[in-house]
């Protein structure tokens, strides 16, 4: 069966993709048709046969889905809305504008409608907002033969046939799962609770959220993990899929926004000039203007360097050292957050564990600094002045305190934004940098006072 054209004939880059992908596969087709303008995704895809085009509006990788349903006719919307997986829809209808979903919407049977707007009501990025409710199950009474014959009618309607989930049938409280292998191998007239895995199945509460998810699939090493009520009763399944396109879409968002800028939201030769500016230009501001207190700092101070001008050989290595700890910590407390290895509750222990970290990372540097300044000095390669040993012992002493003071704050800070209920992902590392330079002057300038003061200074 074949969805109607468009009234208008195909463009020529919908001919090339007619002519060049040929025996193409899903994958490649998706690829192809994202290089392509939205008129000419939606000009192919209802020029191909209906089984195909909703594989391909089925894949997530596939952009501009909504536009393209939106532009289509109503009734060739229908017809792709209708052989899509649930979840698919919901994600897609999600995108357009109240009017245009409002119309695709009405025109979905009624049962797709209930399942829909079912998954529609939950939070982004929970167990039900990601979850499908096409999945295969039976009820207890069945035996091994009549499930068999069920999952061979059912299969092309559902997400997956590799776990079959068997029921309460008075309750329909989910009761035992049942592997596809497990199906396979029994005894056609045997019950099918002769097969099911033993044990309590394991299931996700709709408003878990998809980094548990993910944990429970992982640790339980799950191809689909059930998602049940407070009744025990199922409202769907989340696929290993599933997890990895919402994680992987979440650590895109996070690794820009690591990068000191808004999430995209779109792949990059996607978004506009002027909306890649938008994005990158506050942070890039807000970042200048606390930089800005640097230059304050070193005003602060400028008594002080016009006497020494010596120390302002090492600002540079003195500023990044700091802003590289901080960094380093940001980063790996970040992951640790989001791999569920620390919690909120566990600041003080990752606390104590920076501080001493930081002591010995700075004396590692330090002593790197110190090694440097004598060999300079004795080599003959640069004259540090008569007093070069406190010179060296300051920037050594400032490098402990720059570098634990780094490591702390860039530790703490993504607990303090979890705390604040943000996303510790904002701590980026050019925040973090910002911040430890500024302090990391002050701290220098402190130091160098302390020790010499009576001598440079």
């Known amino acids: 069966m074949n969805i109607n054209r468009f009234p208008l004939r195909a463009g020529h880059a919908a001919r090339a993709f007619i002519n060049n992908s040929r025996g193409a596969t899903i994958a490649e087709r998706v690829e192809a048709l994202n290089a392509l303008s939205v008129q000419d995704a939606g000009r192919v895809l209802t020029g191909m046969p209906l089984d195909y085009a909703v594989n391909i509006l089925d894949r997530p990788e596939l952009r501009n889905a909504a536009q393209i349903l939106a532009l289509i006719s109503a009734e060739d919307a229908a017809r792709l809305l209708h052989g899509m997986s649930n ?45 499908t409710t096409e999945f295969v199950s039976v009820p207890d009474s069945w035996t091994v033969a009549r499930t068999l014959d069920h999952v061979r009618q059912v299969e092309r309607s559902r997400e997956t046939v590799y776990a079959i989930y068997v029921l309460d049938e008075v309750s329909h409280a989910l009761l035992h799962v049942v592997t596809l292998r497990r199906l396979i191998t029994g005894e056609p007239e045997a019950s099918i609770l002769s097969v099911a895995q033993k044990g309590a199945p394991v299931s996700a509460d709709p408003l878990m959220k998809q980094e548990d998810v993910a944990r429970l699939i992982r640790k339980h090493d799950l ?203 904002s701590a980026s590392a050019p925040f973090v940098a910002t911040l430890v330079d500024v302090t990391g002057l002050v701290i220098y300038f402190s130091v160098a006072l302390l020790i010499l003061s009576g001598t440079l200074l």
Not at 93 to 122: C, K, N, W
Not at 264 to 287: E, T, V
Not at 357 to 373: D, E, H
Request: glycine share 10%; net charge negative.
């Open 223 to 425: 191809l689909a993990l059930p998602v049940t009520d407070e009744q025990g009763q199922m409202l769907g399944i989340v696929t290993v899929d599933d997890v990895i396109d919402t994680m992987i879409s979440d650590t895109t968002e996070a690794a820009q926004r690591f990068g000191g800028m808004e999430a995209l939201g779109q792949p990059y030769m996607k978004i506009s000039f002027a909306g890649m500016i938008r994005k990158r230009a506050g942070w890039l501001a807000a970042l200048f203007l606390g930089e800005m207190l640097t230059a304050s700092a070193m005003q602060h101070f400028e008594g002080e360097l016009e006497k020494a001008v010596v120390l302002t050989l090492f600002i540079p290595l003195i500023m990044s050292s700091g802003g590289n700890s901080g960094s380093q910590a940001t980063s790996l407390i970040i992951r640790a957050l989001a791999l569920g290895e620390l919690k909120l509750s566990d600041w003080w222990k990752v606390l104590l564990r920076e501080l001493p970290t930081g002591v010995v990372l700075g004396a590692i540097l330090g002593l790197v600094g110190f090694i440097r300044i004598v060999f300079w000095q004795s080599a003959g390669l640069y004259d540090y002045g008569p007093h070069w040993q406190m010179v060296a012992v300051t920037v050594f002493a400032a490098l402990i305190g720059i570098v634990t003071f780094g490591s702390i704050c860039g530790s703490m800070l993504p607990f303090v934004l979890q705390k604040l209920r943000l996303d510790p992902a």
């Open 87 to 131: 979840d698919r829809v919901a994600d897609v209808l999600l995108e357009l504008d109240g009017e245009t979903r409002a119309r695709l919407f009405s025109s979905l049977d009624e049962p797709v409608r209930i399942a829909i707007q079912h998954l529609m009501g939950y939070p982004p990025r929970t167990a039900g907002g990601i979850m």
